[in-house]
């Protein structure tokens, strides 16, 4: 099976198929996500990552799977469970570590410049039969 099944204007994938073990699934380029940065991270039971920052990247935590605890630099601690999220501003110092018992599973999603807003359109029907046809 291919790692990334694309069509006109879509791609669609799975963190299983993007790679194995511990570490990043790299998401944005092979499903050629251009507006924001986007990685998956398996992390094992007991490890932690490295402090980090960004210069202007700001970042959303979503934890998938496992239990994990954010260490922030002004020296607070959160932990999240499955289905928690957390927003880390660029400059805020962070690191994660695993405190479950099972490989935690996480999906971080960066970018800068702002917000574009509800910009959602709902099609005419000449535009659907017309991308019916393609």
């Known amino acids: 099976m291919d790692d990334v099944i ?12 993007l790679g194995d073990g511990p570490g990043f699934r790299k998401i944005r380029t092979p499903l050629g996500v ?3 940065g986007m990685n998956a991270i398996v992390l094992p039971p007991g490890i932690e990552t490295g402090r980090h920052y ?3 990247q700001q970042e959303v935590y979503f934890l998938h799977a496992g239990s994990i605890e954010m260490e922030f630099g002004d020296g ?3 932990r999240l469970e499955a289905g928690g999220i957390a927003r880390v501003d660029p400059s805020t110092v962070r690191k994660i570590r695993n405190v479950g018992d099972t490989d935690a599973v996480y999906v971080v999603v960066g970018g800068a410049d702002g917000y574009v807003g509800r ?4 099609p005419s ?6 991308q019916a046809t393609q």
């Open 6 to 17: 694309t069509g006109d204007g879509w791609a669609i994938s799975s963190l299983d198929r």
């Open 119 to 122: 910009d959602g359109q709902v």
């Open 34 to 36: 251009s507006a924001f």
């Open 125 to 130: 029907e000449d535009e659907v039969r017309y």
């Open 76 to 78: 607070a601690t959160q």
């Open 54 to 56: 960004h210069e202007r």
